[in-house]
């Protein structure tokens, strides 16, 4: 079954040798970056609209014409060309437009969705249609819903509404309400609470059967999860307030249970799967009856597959994976033709792809080496081959690779370096290949399956004459050996650098577990900010530490249990280290970071007063005790049970180590990492009776960057703290 529309927003990948080998020395020219021009974007690389891959050879992709009407139209992966139109906005007088579409599995209906109100970061109601693509008629499914979805045999859809299920039954042109016990704050059916969707990454929390006789879901019980409330300044005399179920480290989360409802009888059973606190996933086999619901235990390091028997209310388990650290969610398990299914795991120390069998037997590895798998594909069947993404070529690289199923005749189907990232097509017979580096814009091609280059559709080369014309400067890329790792590391150096001259340090980072921030990639918009502040007259770098992701579970398991610890240190040592080196001035060293950065560059700060400065931090974690269950406890258990890993590496009890130049900012309206953080971190700096800085931005989420010049004030507020206190 098709899920609601997927759209692969393609991201950087690449073409032709000749064009990706041109001019990588990056002359500079002599105009000056803007802070105006990074956010009204000046600097923008074209990207291609998002698609969505069809049955057969074709692609269909949402477009909207001068008059705002909006199409679905197809496409032909082997030529790049539209073959029809598959219905337009202006031919629907029912419909004031529709944003969104997905297919059915055959793809003879479609829903149409609009009128969307965002609720979190993934989730959003809407008022969804279903056209039916011969008769061209359209039938409203409903107002205000959410996640609405076909079932296999095209008769009904299945779509949740104000916390419970419903099914919309075409044939017999009635609603049937699958539960009734929906309450805010209370009782969620077939969706996700907070915690899942932002942690979890999914949202539809209920799936139809193959024979669509059955209709699988998970109920949330947050009724005793505690309350998070946030005041909204807005634009009225008085401030509303969201109010909403947060389970931080250490509290209680939602009682996640599984349930099976039977189309026939109209009745939900409760599944029964032993002892677990999470249900991050569930999927259906092969096997009509056979549902596979994924459980973990509340430390996240033992991970099981439960065979649901649907017919017979009957469980057992397929798979039991355990870790000394913890296991992370994919969405990569793929069952074959004979139930046999494919898994990722990092059970020999990188992340793989296995081959197991229908009782759970491993059949075989089928990628080795002390390399990481980034991305799965898919499984072509008639081929026996498996499509995958790696980082075979180095960490900062990515590569997209074909290998058979029994682990032989791997082939690498893209360009060596930089980062490639493939859309395939729904038979896996072609693929559209996004490829950037740090030198090179994205280029969009259009591959076949055995990796011959087709076409280029688009390669940005206008950025690329247009940034000449700019002083900019090349990220050097390198390894340095800190705490006995070496560690990747960029470094972007003003255009007229003088080893001979000595120049202020600006280091950023995220941090983060399993993240990356040095890749061999296109820039960003902090790229551009980055190489603005070295050409006012500093040096830039970014490092990887231990933590961070793309080199095997135990670097980046490191950190368990100890978040802020190993990190924190590997900055402090890198600033040390590079300060040894002539051209840095070792009396004016900064960092920055976002979210998990700020969490790092505050700890840096005041655990590194001898050698930092000056830092800036956004959205900061001040004590990870504030920050949610799923997360938290992922990498740190619970803080009853790890009190001194909370306390020993949160800057609120470091408050008076502040020697330097601290610039604190947060968003109120910040429903992830709340404002409370900064809040407890401003009372810890004034009990130490320490002075700073800080800009609280009203209203915006973790991301500060609704309304109008929100970003470009932001950044206006950093360059202006960095150039007085680094430059000045």
Known sequence: MKKSLILVTIFTLITSINYSQQDSKNTSGTKEITLEEIWDGTFSAKRMNSLNSMNGDFYSLLNRDKDRNTSVDKYSYATLEKVETIVNSKDLPEIDGFQSYSFNNDETKIILGTNFKKIYRHSYTGTYYAYDVATKKVTLIGEDIQEPIFSPDNKKVAYAKNNDLFIKDFSENKIIQVTKDGKKNSIINGITDWVYEEEFAFVRAFEWSNNSEYLAFLRFDESKVPTFSMDIV????????????????????????????????????????????????????????????????????????????????????????????YIDITDNLTFLVDNSFIWTSEKDGYNHIYHYDFDGKLINQITKGNWEVTRYYGFNESKKTIYYQSVENGSINRGVYSIKLNGKNKKLLSNEDGQNSAAFSTNLNYFINTFSSAEIPPIYSLYNAKGKMLKVIKDNGELKEELAAYKMSPKEFSTININGNDLNMWMIKPVDFDESKTYPMFMFQYSGPGSQQVGNKWNAANDYWHNMLAQKGMIVVCIDGRGT????????????????????????????????????????????????????????????????????????????????????????????????????????????????????????????????????????????????????????????????????????????????????
């Open 234 to 325: 807005g634009k009225e005399l008085y401030p509303s307030q969201q109010v909403f179920k947060y389970p931080k480290a250490g509290e209680k989360n939602a009682d996640v249970t599984l349930h099976m409802y039977t189309i026939a009888s109209e009745n939900s059973k409760k599944i029964a799967l032993g002892d677990y606190e999470y249900i991050p996933r569930i999927k259906w086999s092969n096997d009509d009856k056979i549902l596979i619901a994924t459980t973990l235990n509340r430390h996240q390091n033992d991970l099981k597959l439960h065979k649901v028997d649907a017919v017979k209310n009957t469980t057992s388990v397929l798979l039991n994976e355990t870790d000394k650290a």
């Open 549 to 728: 992701g793309l080199k095997g579970a135990e670097f980046k398991k490191i950190t368990q249990k100890e978040l802020g610890k190993f990190e924190v240190e590997d900055q402090i040592a890198a600033a040390k280290k590079l300060a040894e080196r002539s051209y840095i001035d070792k009396n004016n060293i900064g960092i920055w970071g976002w979210s998990y950065g700020g969490f790092m560059s505050t700890n840096v700060l005041l655990k590194g007063n001898d050698i930092f400065t000056t830092a800036i931090a956004v959205a900061p974690v001040t004590s990870w005790r504030f920050y949610d269950t799923v997360y938290t406890e992922r990498y740190m258990q619970t803080p009853q049970e790890n009190a001194s890993g909370y306390d020993d590496n949160s800057p609120i009890n470091y408050a008076d180590k502040l020697e330097g130049n601290y610039l604190l900012v947060h968003g109120t309206g910040d429903d992830n990492v709340h404002v409370q953080n900064s809040m407890r971190m401003i009372n810890s700096l004034i009990e130490a009776n320490k002075q700073f800085d800080m800009f609280i931005v009203p209203d915006r989420t973790h991301g500060i960057y609704k309304g109008r010049n929100t970003r470009l004030n932001l950044y206006t507020k950093m360059t202006n703290f960095v150039v007085e206190h680094l430059l000045n």
